[in-house]
């Protein structure tokens, strides 16, 4: 007797771990023992919060599987992603390895499971960003052993610096990028090796890329040219390690959501999600003129894409954070936000699309350092105690000079 969908679904997997090939491996056998369910029924329970994480994480990669089954055109796509430091997760997890995630392998083999047998041809590009821990040569190493080595490039940032042209003219060496010089060259060469699309991700696996169908189908059914994946979806699968921040980081959003207006009042609440895809037109613009080349250039090209008057497609997907090799811990997270602050300044000024230009001047003469935003990370103004999530960024809840005034007040309270 086979048994109900609701059955394998309380018997699946209440957690997954990325560093496990035994989960891996567990996930695609749960998708194989489910596809011959209708798909209304199989996202019906993927889409309940109180569903086992694993079906969870299964539902999303049957719904894109089964899509990327069902196109029958002829498609290229490249996917692109920016290594620093992932020297621990390019290996293999081990007894003196625990945070291994074997990232190269592991991404290659969700893009043959995904793509096999259609006509869909796909490329993959690992970037060095100058990691000073030899990420490039490690990744070179495991390509070459690859059965697939064809199907990926390892790019290195340094090697294509001094640049006399876009997109990386403007950037005068390796240690200036902070991820978006990386990404910017491997779009540059996904371009010229003549993709369709290219997807963007993160080193990690923190997003299955077996998903990328769910990217796909906003594109190829509605002509949206660019997609952005959404973990702030409620139908969205989200393990994240939000308590890392102090309650501080509600100032830190309601700046941001200020400046970034043109941006987060189209609903695009998470701007730096690491799962999104444009089409190569847009990207060719993107390309001509980037104002950063830091951890912010998601926001750069998203204001790229506003100032084109270009519309976007959001779809939710399934994210496990990555968390104890993530770079923001590595680099200091205030380190990260002073980044994408100033990032949010540059890119809505450069692209010339409307934001809330006090709040951003005030950012930029108030916030000289990290270190003035570890004076605010555990401490809250009173006026955004009882708001919720959705209401930051409103200026009238509190306003660019009352916040200018708290976070002078802050630096004032700790000094020595």
Excluded at 205 to 216: A, C, D, E, K, R
Excluded at 259 to 277: C, E, M, P, T
Excluded at 287 to 310: G, H, Q, T
Excluded at 312 to 319: G, S
Aim: hydrophobic residues 40%; contains cysteine; negative net charge.
């Amino acid at each position: 007797m086979n048994p109900s969908l609701t059955g394998i679904s309380q018997e699946s997997k209440q957690s997954f771990d990325l560093t496990s090939a035994v989960d891996q491996a567990y996930l695609y056998d749960l998708v194989s023992r489910i596809r011959s369910f209708p798909i209304e029924e199989i996202l019906k329970l993927g889409n309940d919060a109180t569903t086992p994480l694993s079906f969870r994480i299964a539902a999303k990669i049957a719904d894109s599987k089964a899509y990327v089954d069902s196109y029958k055109q002829n498609l290229k796509i490249g996917v692109v992603f920016a290594m620093w430091g992932e020297q621990n997760r390019l290996q293999k997890k081990s007894g003196s390895n625990p945070n291994g995630e074997d990232l190269l392998n592991v991404k290659v083999d969700q893009l043959d499971w995904l793509f096999k047998d259609s006509n869909i041809e796909w490329k993959l590009y690992a970037v060095d960003d100058g990691c000073p821990h030899g990420s490039g040569d490690m990744a070179e190493a495991i390509r070459k052993e690859s059965e697939y080595a064809d199907q990926i490039e390892v790019l290195f940032l340094e090697k294509a610096l001094p640049a006399d042209k876009p997109p990386l003219k403007n950037l005068a060496s390796a240690d200036d990028s902070r991820k978006g010089g990386a990404i910017l060259l491997g779009c540059e060469k996904a371009l010229e090796d003549g993709v369709d699309l290219i997807i963007y991700t993160d080193a990690d696996n923190s997003v299955h890329l077996s998903q990328i169908g769910l990217l796909l189908r906003p594109h190829l059914e509605e002509a949206y040219k660019v997609v952005l994946g959404n973990r702030k979806d409620p139908q969205a699968v989200l393990v994240k390690q939000e308590n890392r921040w102090g309650i501080g980081i509600k100032a830190l959003r309601h700046m941001q959501r200020m400046i970034g207006v043109s941006i987060f009042s189209r609903d695009i609440n998470d701007s730096q999600a690491a799962f999104k895809l444009y089409h190569k037109e847009i990207l060719a613009e993107i390309l001509k003129n980037p104002s950063v080349y830091d951890f912010s250039f998601d926001s750069d090209w998203i204001a790229c894409v506003i100032a084109m008057e270009e519309e976007f497609a959001k779809v939710p997907f399934a994210f496990i954070d990555s968390f104890a090799e993530s770079a923001s811990i590595v680099q200091g997270p205030m380190t990260t936000w002073e980044t994408l602050l100033k990032g949010l300044v540059s890119a809505v000024r450069a692209r010339d699309i409307p934001h809330n230009e006090e709040m951003a001047k005030i950012v930029m003469e108030q916030i000289n350092s990290s270190h003035d935003l570890d004076l605010l990370i555990n401490d809250l103004p009173e006026e955004l105690v009882d708001v919720e999530d959705k209401e930051l960024g409103n200026p009238e809840i509190m306003s660019p000079k009352a916040m200018e005034a708290w976070i002078k007040s802050q630096k004032l309270k700790y000094l020595p």
